[in-house]
């Protein structure tokens, strides 16, 4: 969900370059359709290199939220968006001078009032009139029609009325899988990055009817469209390129489901119908080299009921020798097995013997903290540190973490203060969390001292996040001077405009200077049009900071220096006197 805003400014918040485009876009008639769903919701078709399909929900004036199904990853809006936004704003504008004509002047106000206008409806509105306008048996005909016609209808009609039934065959589910990946492959049979789009729509609806099955209790159904799911598009990353990760996606979501139905109070039959799929799947290696080879088996460990089943469950999980990561999870699983079969004390054990094992240790701190055994978290976490400081860091931060928890629990000040100030300059959590904690935690008459003894240490830090460190503290303290240091020391468009909001009141010409050195250097080595309207782009923001003598002087240099280059002169034209 995106940062409400309105509508009649949305430009602002938009990469310059993807702003041009989406308005190309929208002057050259690249809109083919906009349909307003319901009273919120819009639905528009974008032309591009194919129709893709962009939604825009609105409330009021304000923008809510907005989708498109592109393969755009660049940022955080495509052209598509920018383009349906642009029609739905001048939409929008349009209907504020309607009402204003539409207003009775004083003048005439004693005559005839007009015919309030009407509303316009919404695609929703309209078909529910037509669904009671319309026979039964013309309704059932259409629907036939359509679905002989178009197999994606034909499929989610199946889906959405045949799963009514409470248990159908595996191979229903599997076939519907293959029509889609069938349709989607190209003659080498081979599904590109474009057309995985086409399959990841129809599989979510296949989904979210497992969904629906798990909530009218067809578990049995629910189970069988989870593992069809899972086996059919794990298979599939070996014809498919999942560069933008949508099969991948869908494999995670079937996983999820199954996960879901493996923790309800299920009939025997599908119980054991899961249970018996999720041991063999495993034992067979069916997912091996992938994670979900390990979650079908803590399927089975969640499922098993019976002593037969946790021997059977045993003997898989001892078949093999495992090691680093996948002993890891053996553990794991073996100690919530021990826990149900044989009690927390047999657990607990187990448990200790193998501490070094980060998930078990992390079950370990879970237990001591919610019993508030804090002297044993503190033990556990130290050890944790000294065991995995070397080789695995990123572990040791995280048990680090736990003694900062603690500390917090106890009101230990000291200890708040000391983890705070390590995780603000080692950024190994929130810079915001860390800084805040430490200002809740030193009091005024010390905060200044302390902040320049950070700075100190921020300043001797030789990794790539120094700058990012010396920006929030300056920013947060309002020490725009060093800030505008900082600035100079490293300047780019991108750091210009960061600053900006928080330099242009006290240093708008030492702004606009480093606006000039940036635009004359980046004039240097960057061309095509693309780079011309970046230096437009910020030749604007000169003028805005009132500059215009001082834009109009960088303009007539560009124009001077670079004569050969048409597209820079067009750009140039194009800004404001």
């Given at each position: 969900m995106k940062t409400p805003q309105e509508i009649q400014g949305f430009e602002s918040q938009i990469d310059a370059v993807i702003l041009q485009r989406g308005r190309n876009y929208y002057e050259n008639g690249n809109i083919i359709e906009v349909t307003e769903l319901t009273t919120d919701t819009f639905e528009a078709v974008v032309a591009g290199s194919y129709n893709y399909k962009v939604t825009v929900e609105l409330v009021g004036d304000e923008i809510i939220d907005y989708t498109c199904d592109c393969p755009y990853d660049m940022?955080?809006?495509?052209?598509?968006?920018?383009?349906?936004?642009?029609?739905?704003?001048e939409m929008k504008g349009l209907e504020v001078i309607e009402e204003e004509i539409e207003k009775p002047s004083p003048e005439i106000s004693k005559e005839k009032p007009k015919k309030p206008k009407k509303k316009r409806k919404t695609a929703q509105e309209k078909i529910e009139h037509l669904l009671k306008e319309v026979s039964e048996?013309?309704?059932?005909?259409?629907?036939?029609?359509r679905a002989l016609e178009d197999s994606h209808f034909r499929r989610l009609l199946e889906l959405s009325f045949v799963l009514q039934k409470d248990q159908l065959s595996a191979s229903f589910y599997k076939k519907q899988i293959k029509v889609i990946l069938t349709a989607a492959k190209d003659r080498a049979g081979f599904i590109d990055w474009r057309a995985v789009r086409s399959v990841h729509k129809p599989i979510v609806q296949i989904l979210n009817k497992g969904h629906e099955q798990l909530e009218q209790q067809h578990f049995y159904n629910a189970f069988l469209i989870g593992k069809a799911v899972l086996e059919e598009m794990i298979a599939a990353l070996n014809f498919a390129d999942d560069s933008d990760g949508g099969i991948g996606n869908l494999v995670y979501m079937a996983s999820d489901l199954l996960r879901e139905l493996s923790k309800v109070r299920l009939p025997q039959k599908t119980r054991k119908a899961f249970f018996d799929y999720s041991l063999k799947a495993f034992d067979k290696e069916k997912f091996w080299g992938w994670d979900w080879h390990w979650d079908v088996l803590e399927f089975a460990a969640e499922l098993f009921e019976s002593a037969k089943e946790a021997e059977q469950l045993m003997l898989v999980i001892d078949k093999k020798n495992y090691k680093d990561y996948h002993l890891e999870m053996i553990q794991k699983i073996k100690y919530e097995l021990i826990e149900k079969i044989e009690g927390v004390e047999q657990?607990?054990?187990?448990?200790?013997?193998?501490?070094?094992?980060?998930?078990?240790?992390?079950?370990?701190?879970?237990?001591?903290?919610?019993?508030?055994d804090y002297q044993r978290v503190i033990e556990l976490a130290k050890n944790g540190i000294e065991q995995d400081e070397r080789s695995k860091p990123g572990l040791a931060n995280g048990w680090r973490k736990w003694l900062l928890k603690t500390a917090q629990a106890q009101e230990d000040r000291e200890a708040?203060?000391?983890?705070?100030?390590?995780?603000?300059?080692?950024?190994?959590?929130?810079?915001?969390?860390?800084?805040?904690?430490?200002?809740?935690?030193?009091?005024?008459?010390?905060?200044?001292?302390?902040?320049?003894?950070?700075?100190?240490?921020?300043?001797?830090?030789?990794?790539?996040?120094?700058r990012e460190c010396l920006e929030y503290i300056y920013i947060e303290e309002?020490?725009?001077a060093s800030l505008l240091e900082l600035l100079k020391t490293e300047r780019s468009f991108d750091l210009l405009k960061r600053?900006?909001?928080?330099l242009k009141k006290v240093y708008p010409k030492d702004l606009v200077a480093l606006y000039e050195q940036e635009i004359v250097d980046?004039?240097?080595?960057?061309?095509?049009?693309?780079?011309?309207?970046?230096?437009?782009?910020?030749i604007r923001r000169i003028q805005k900071l009132g500059a215009a003598a001082k834009a109009a002087e960088l303009i007539g240099y560009l124009r001077m220096t670079y004569p050969q280059r048409p597209a820079l002169l067009d750009e140039l034209n194009k800004l404001p006197n």
């Open positions: 940022g955080p809006i495509c052209k598509h968006i920018v383009a349906t936004l642009s029609y739905l704003k048996d013309d309704l059932k005909a259409f629907v036939l029609k657990a607990n054990a187990y448990l200790e013997q193998h501490i070094q094992n980060s998930r078990l240790r992390t079950i370990a701190l879970e237990k001591a903290f919610g019993q508030e708040i203060i000391t983890y705070a100030r390590y995780f603000f300059l080692d950024r190994a959590s929130s810079q915001e969390e860390s800084y805040q904690l430490l200002k809740q935690n030193i009091s005024v008459d010390d905060w200044s001292v302390f902040v320049e003894n950070l700075i100190t240490d921020v300043m001797s830090l030789r990794s790539w996040y120094k309002k020490r725009w600053y900006e909001p928080y980046y004039s240097q080595y960057n061309v095509g049009r693309g780079s011309y309207q970046v230096l437009c782009q910020n």
